[in-house]
């Protein structure tokens, strides 16, 4: 089961968590050009080994560790991490259509700044 990057990441794009991924799998990385484009971060769900080392390096608690324990209000959010495929235009848009309607569809969410968005999940 893959690790899941939620909405916490979208204005906050730290990056710490690509410096610590060992096999690569979170992008976009800042020296790709999508990252100007893109709102948030991806973990591509067949690259992932769920080794964990992301979830503490994110300074805004955006990562879960499998879809099943990523809260109610961000499962939409699963498949923009699943679509996004680096390089790919269409791929890039398609995530980035997702993450846009989350955005549309949680005003409250939206309204709390990143830092304290993930202790909003749970309510
Ligand atoms: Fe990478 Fe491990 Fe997270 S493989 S995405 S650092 S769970
Ligand atoms: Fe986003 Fe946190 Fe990584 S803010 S880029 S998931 S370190």
Redesign the pocket.
């Known amino acids: 089961m ?2 899941v990057i939620t909405d916490p990441c979208i204005g906050t794009k730290d990056s710490a ?1 690509v410096d ?4 690569d ?2 992008h976009p990385r800042k020296d790709e050009p999508e990252f100007a484009q893109t709102t948030m971060l991806y ?1 591509h769900p067949d ?9 503490p ?1 994110c300074p805004v608690a955006a ?1 879960y ?1 499998s879809p099943d324990s990523t809260p109610a209000s961000q499962k939409t959010l699963i498949e923009a991490n699943s679509v996004y495929r680096a390089g790919d235009a269409g791929a890039v848009a398609q995530a980035e259509e997702i993450v846009q309607s989350h955005v549309a569809a949680h005003p409250d969410l939206m309204a709390v700044p990143p830092t304290e968005r993930a202790a909003a999940h749970a309510k």
């Open positions: 893959p690790f968590c610590v991924c060992p096999v799998c979170i973990i690259e992932c080994i769920d080794c964990g080392a992301c979830v390096a990562i560790d």
